[in-house]
């Protein structure tokens, strides 16, 4: 269970993390910003939801403990908490005891693809909703342990489906499990000189089979492309039996059914083993910091360096707020020397951009970096101590969220994207939206946004929201901005560009893909998991519901 | 009627067009070659295939005429001899009075995008099998006329959805109606500086809509990617509606049902409209010549360049054969010269390698040039002779075929891929495979290969055979050798690189995306098109039959 202790306490961090505090000069900041009263909120004490009687029938537990053995079908409280929803705001105010958390009814641990499928029968069989669960990082409700119309529902975690399968170097592809976290694939590909490349801010928690599922992107995108973009082959666990896709580097037998599964949300099945374009480790890396003068100006200089494909693997632009929220968290001098050269030059709304280059050799860097710079002609350099401090705190979001809930401040993120030309429309309207939606009774919003994922016809807007919490409604609070937010992007970009949909995305689903769009996903399911038990109330959405 | 007028003829020949026939060389060597005896078969006269009386029931007529204008429902002869299937050899072995040939009861030509769903729902109604018409250059029978269990069934021709409706020159988009020829789109472009890049060899007929239905890979696509690539949105035209997809650069909004469309080859809608990622046009190219001693070596040489990011946008690796043939057919004194001077550095077995470099401008090709050069250090350099010879031939080989049919050569391509540590297995296998068939009665076929779309994992194998015609059984001489190519390539690799599945490759689709993923297409089709009117017997495989 050690893997999973932090779902249990209710946050992401691990006991005695040492970036898990808030400085003293950030709460002083957010006091002053965002009106946040110190005394506002008590911290919670771990985890106070309450975990009810497992509902799985003994029956049903005898015959998946005949499939998987009797010791992995998990039924004590701990096991089960653990399992019960993600890392979303959301579900972090639920574990705190506000909101209702749904909880499996038991953890079935199955060892290896074939058992998978054969839970799978069994559920179906019996009626027995199934959430498929690896990391248990999502963080739109994907994991949530919903039972759709069943009487019990199961968490079906992959984490002995741990194994580096096989390793093709010629052909540059390796086969993983669909359990393995991502930090154990690179440890497993390094030993044969191969990365991934694919490091999202979940990293130290997703899992391979996770990355599949729900299409994501890390923060490397621009050098490596997205997950999907490396999956030459998925192996998937349904109702119906084994399902593999995938022979060949490239195909027009018939329309891409891999992309079919990927993206899927364990809705059609359970991906047990994805096989995946790997690529030679770096041999060196370089991060630096940049600044340029405005909003539109950063994106512009963005947009140039990826249609002129000089980017660095990581390229990575920060609003005016995200900027200035990045400089008051980190604080100290060297913020204040940064803000008076900047002041120097004449910069007035200063946004950080973070370029990191890896190549496999120092010439091949700088030839890389050459071809950067000269893009970047009209940006402020801040060298290599900016670009290494992003680095080194890439991973530290998901930290300093529990933080500062427990400090009384409601932090979520979400994420869009838009083609170049309505991006800072886009910008624009969620961001009035959440600002407006979360300014009220003197709570101030902080809507900070940042562009961390580009390509040749647009972008990624990334939005980390800040404000007081509502001792009142703390759930509605965050719903309402939310919505106001899907409800602006839906006119003008997509609803999730690497979250995935879940079940905080599916009500905004058919305005992105069509009513037909939607009749197709449930055909899919139908047909693949004519029962319904997988993963009910994720990805398709049911009949529209406005929150509170 | 005019741009379609070579199928009434029965090949792909403009009349008069120079470079329709074969030279006296050639056929000398054919002789030699593969036994060819130049009496054996008559120069057939342009199609002598029958026209049956059409089908379609006046009032059915009426309705589409109301909804198209009644001039845009043709029922002529030649009008409807023009849409009767593509352009694979066994089409035009049917048009040259061999086979069935099945022929559409009329054309519809529908104005746009609505036209076009109402048609669909009209032929829905009234129990009419619907073809979707582009360019007419397919060569799996993805055209053919066929009725499923309908009474009737016209051609759809998307012939007047021919605008460019938009283009955003920031984003780099272009929305293009489905109808639009290659090189129409080309030129319109041009006019905005832009350019898709995309030059398969059916690049002077075949349309926007046909690459994308089909997911058609072009000469260039390790510069500019596949079609599908290209792809950022779709409109579909389906009996329950129009369809849209495709709102931002990337997004994990569930799974990219774009990737279910594009491929879908009419059924499961008609595309109507396609929005398309274009490029800036380049400024300089530059196409050469090498040789590589050997296949292994060749294919060595072309992974490394592709792993290593150094290709052309152009990369082109002929086997043996091919490279033996190609030196034969251009004849003369420079090959004698190319002969020699590749003895005299000691090449046993030559491959020829065509790389095509584009530019922006003249200095950065000329890095891409070296960064190659220094990959291809083994490589013996022909020069810029060979390769704008095949630059300025790159799309004469569907005319070369007219003229050896002519002949009485049978004269067929197919082609595959395979990640590169199964390629060159999968290349000694299919051409045993067909070798192995088409050898009897004195006939010795020419099987010739080459990779020409290279990717990380992986490469295409594209296969030209030349043999004599079996003037007893010319469809069966052919369709024995596709199924043994066919089930030497479903153990090794995919069916169908490029060329889609049409009717050809269905009865092997099943052993690709296994028994699920053909349910799933039927359930995907069941959704999209209840009565089953869209291109029936194309890429979803009914009951398995074997060759004659």
Redesign the interface.
């Known amino acids: 269970m050690d893997h999973l202790d932090h779902l249990v306490r209710s946050g992401w961090t691990r006991a005695g993390a040492a970036d898990a505090d808030l400085p003293a000069h950030a709460s002083r900041w957010l006091a002053a910003r965002t009106g946040l009263r110190p005394a506002s909120t008590p911290v919670a004490p771990g985890s106070v939801a309450p975990v009810p009687d497992s509902a799985l029938p003994a029956a049903v537990r005898a015959v998946l403990g005949s499939i998987v053995g009797a010791e992995h079908v998990l039924v004590e409280s701990p096991d089960r908490l653990a399992r019960a929803g993600g890392l979303s705001y959301l579900d972090l105010l639920r574990r705190r005891g506000a909101g209702d958390l749904a909880v499996p009814d038991a953890v079935v641990v199955p060892a290896d693809p074939a058992e998978v499928v054969r839970v799978l029968a069994a559920c179906a069989e019996h009626g027995v909703a199934v959430v498929p669960f690896g990391g248990g990082t999502s963080v739109v409700g994907g994991v949530s342990a919903l039972r759709g119309g069943f009487d019990s529902v199961i968490a079906l975690d992959l984490a002995r489906l741990d194994r580096l399968v096989s390793v093709?170097p010629?052909?540059?592809?390796a086969v993983f499990q669909a359990g393995v976290p991502a930090p154990v694939a690179e440890r497993l590909l390094a030993r044969h000189g191969f990365t991934l490349g694919h490091f999202p801010q979940s990293y130290e928690r997703a899992t391979i089979g996770g990355f599949a599922a729900?299409?994501?992107?890390g923060q490397a995108s621009a050098g490596y492309g997205?997950f999907?973009d490396m999956v030459?082959g998925v192996r998937v666990a349904?109702p119906?039996?084994d399902?593999?896709?995938g022979?060949?580097?490239?195909?027009?037998?018939?329309?891409?059914?891999r992309?079919?599964?990927?993206?899927?949300?364990g809705a059609f099945g359970v991906i047990t083993e994805v096989t995946l374009?790997v690529?030679p480790k770096p041999v060196v890396s370089r991060h630096e910091g940049f600044v340029l003068d405005g909003w539109e100006a950063g994106a512009e200089a963005v947009?140039a360096l990826t249609?002129e494909d000089v980017r660095g693997a990581v390229t990575r632009l920060s609003d005016p707020e995200e900027t200035e929220v990045g400089f008051t968290m980190n604080g100290g001098w060297k913020t204040r020397a940064v803000r008076a050269y900047l002041r120097a030059r004449g910069v007035r709304e200063p946004c950080l951009l973070v370029i990191g280059w890896e190549a496999s050799s120092a010439a091949a860097l700088r030839a890389k970096r050459a071809a950067t710079l000269k893009v970047l002609r009209g940006a402020v350099r801040l060298g290599r101590p900016v670009g290494e401090a992003w680095r080194r705190g890439r991973f530290s979001g998901p930290r300093q969220r529990d933080a500062l809930m427990d400090a009384g401040v409601c932090v979520e993120t979400l994420e869009?994207?838009?083609?170049?030309?309505?991006l800072s429309a886009l910008r624009t309207a969620v961001t009035a939206a959440l600002t407006g939606s979360l300014t009220r009774d003197g709570r101030r919003p902080v809507v900070a946004c940042h562009i961390s994922?580009t390509?040749?016809?647009?972008?990624?807007l990334y939005f980390t929201v800040l404000v007081p919490r509502d001792p009142a409604d703390p759930v509605g609070q965050w719903q309402r901005a939310k919505h106001a937010a899907s409800t602006a992007i839906t006119t003008l970009?997509?609803?999730?560009?690497?979250?995935?949909?879940g079940v905080d995305?599916a009500p905004y689903?058919s305005a992105?893909?069509?009513d037909?769009?939607v009749?197709?996903?449930?055909?899919?399911k139908?047909?693949?998991d004519p029962a319904g038990v997988l993963n009910p109330g994720k990805?398709i959405p049911g009949p529209a519901t406005a929150p509170r």
């Open positions: 093709d010629v052909s540059r592809l729900t299409r994501s992107s997205r999907e030459a349904t119906r039996g399902w593999r896709l022979t060949a580097p490239a195909s027009a037998a018939g329309p891409d059914l992309r079919l599964v990927v993206g899927s949300e374009r690529r947009r249609q869009t994207a838009a083609h170049w030309s309505g994922h390509y040749e016809t647009g972008a990624s970009g997509t609803i999730t560009h690497h979250h995935a949909v995305h689903l992105e893909i069509g037909l769009g009749d197709v996903l449930r055909a899919v139908a047909e693949l990805l």
